[in-house]
């Protein structure tokens, strides 16, 4: 979203694909009505900027909000200031409004808003197909393993280490954009860890438990099924905040059981999280450990609305649009499901990540952190 979504912060002049229909530039009325609520937001916006008495938190929060607070005004959200929404219940005779009716009342009732179309996806069906089977089950995981499809097969195996906080699947989406295809196809022997959706049992398992359950354990049995000394791997997400963890206690010990390491869109250094941190200073953290103490972990819905509300333009209010105001099904999108299928965290794992990465950066100090009695 540009102009003044909340993902992007550019001028309120710049293309917005809210107002995209012809009429907000060809109708006078709807014109005035785009033109004074950028303006008016564009002032909004820089109001924290222009107070000096605020410290750089303070000023990001504040803008946050304000941001929320904009999209949130916006004339496209409102049946009579959106010339696509009406244009459509004139067309539809009206049907198009007590769909989308019946959309809101479906979403009321399940107390979310709902963003894809859940039955359009299914692991197993279109999602997830490339064959593979599980070779090794604990507390913790499940590993994955994938043969390679060709004559000629590398001779290191490789580890893929996802976040836990969604399923193993994010690489195994349809055929036409699967990692995992694309690698069999390439030769290559891959192990998948897929973390298991913790209960409140759970609560006690720490960052420990998820090195020696996950990466360590995982290595141990890839090696013993594959014959080979070494592995590579792979981290996604906060499972590569995971395996730096993991590489630095092996580096410690002198274990060389990891050949190479890779990592995508994987955090080490946590001092520029941008928006992230709104929802990450003390207060923000007391509450979710309180929360995580009565229930003995984190909801996957919680921590979908915080992602949510990091990109409210298109992941909330753009549903809003689509499926209240037109009356549309939500899109078939297999990355929202993929989102929108997300886990549990549990207590003590959850709560040590958040203060020692967010909180205190402590990953990039060195003898900051101590894990497996190795600092």
Known sequence: MAGLSSDDGQ???????????????????????????????????KQS????????????RINFHLRQFVDAMSPTLMLMSNPTALHKAI????????????NLMTDLNAGRLTMVDAEAFAPGRNLALTPGKVVYRNRLIELIQYAPTTEEVHKTPLLILGPWINKYYILDMQPKNSMMRYLVEQGFTVFVVSWKNPDASMDDIGIEDYMDLGPLAAS????????????????YCIGGTLLTM???????KGDKRFNAASF??????????GDTAVFMDEPAIDLIEQQMMERGYLDSREMSN????????????????????????????DLLYWNSDGT?????????????????NNLIEPGKITLKDEA
Not at 20 to 32: D, L, V
Not at 307 to 328: M, T
């Open 11 to 45: 001028s309120a002049r710049s293309p917005d694909k809210r107002f995209a229909a012809p009429e907000w530039h060809t109708n006078p009325a709807y014109r005035t009505l785009k033109e004074v609520y950028l303006l008016a937001s564009d002032w909004l916006l």
């Open 49 to 60: 900027d222009a107070d000096d008495d605020l410290d750089e938190a303070e000023r990001q």
């Open 91 to 102: 067309e539809t005779g009206g049907a198009s409004i007590v769909a989308g009716a019946r």
């Open 220 to 235: 141990d049995v890839i090696r013993e099924i594959t014959g080979s000394p070494t592995v590579n791997v792979m981290g």
């Open 246 to 252: 993991t590489l630095a206690v092996l580096a410690a």
């Open 264 to 273: 995508m869109v994987s955090l080490q250094d946590f001092s520029r999280v």
């Open 306 to 333: 915080m992602f949510n509300l990091l990109r409210s333009n298109d992941l909330i209010w753009a549903n809003v649009v689509n499926n209240y105001l037109l009356g549309n099904k939500p899109p078939a999108f």
């Open 344 to 360: 549990r965290m549990t207590r003590a794992a959850h709560s040590w990540y958040l203060r020692n990465t967010y909180v205190e």
